[in-house]
């Protein structure tokens, strides 16, 4: 049996988002957990990462828009395949991805990345 979730439920969990995600790690593989996300797997990262208030799902749901990363700070060099999301006052992943384009990156050099959407369905 599916449930279906309001709109008041997803928008709790999106707006702590907001509060606690303050670091976007670009990384060479999917970080599972906050170790691999700011040191196993990390090639930069960036601290000025913000989410937006809570809107309508592109398909259902509910999300939030991430504002674009223009101070990213590579801090190894290889391809850059995934990124990881996390609060680091509580040392904790809170969501990783695949990016959107593979990049290789070099050591010491800046990095970009386009603003992005973290969507919930209402289905579960």
């Known amino acids: 049996m599916a449930a279906t ?3 008041y439920l997803l928008d709790l969990l999106l707006n702590e988002l907001d509060g ?3 670091r976007f790690d670009i990384c060479s593989q999917n970080p599972a ?3 691999e996300a700011t040191s196993t797997y990390t090639l930069g990262n960036s601290t000025s990462i913000q989410a937006g208030a809570p809107t309508d799902g592109d398909v ?3 999300k939030v828009v991430f504002t ?3 101070d990213g700070t590579t801090t190894g060099s290889g391809t850059a395949t995934h990124y990881g999301v ?3 006052s509580a040392g904790r ?3 990783s991805g695949t990016l959107t384009t593979q990049q290789p990156v070099i050591a010491g050099n800046a990095f970009t990345n386009p603003s992005f959407d973290f969507e919930i369905p ?3």
């Open 60 to 62: 259902s749901g509910r």
């Open 93 to 95: 992943l809170l969501f």
């Open 68 to 70: 674009a990363i223009t």
């Open 20 to 22: 606690q995600a303050n």
């Open 122 to 124: 209402d289905i579960a």
């Open 5 to 7: 979730f309001s709109d």
């Open 33 to 35: 957990n906050y170790a």
């Open 86 to 88: 996390s609060d680091t």
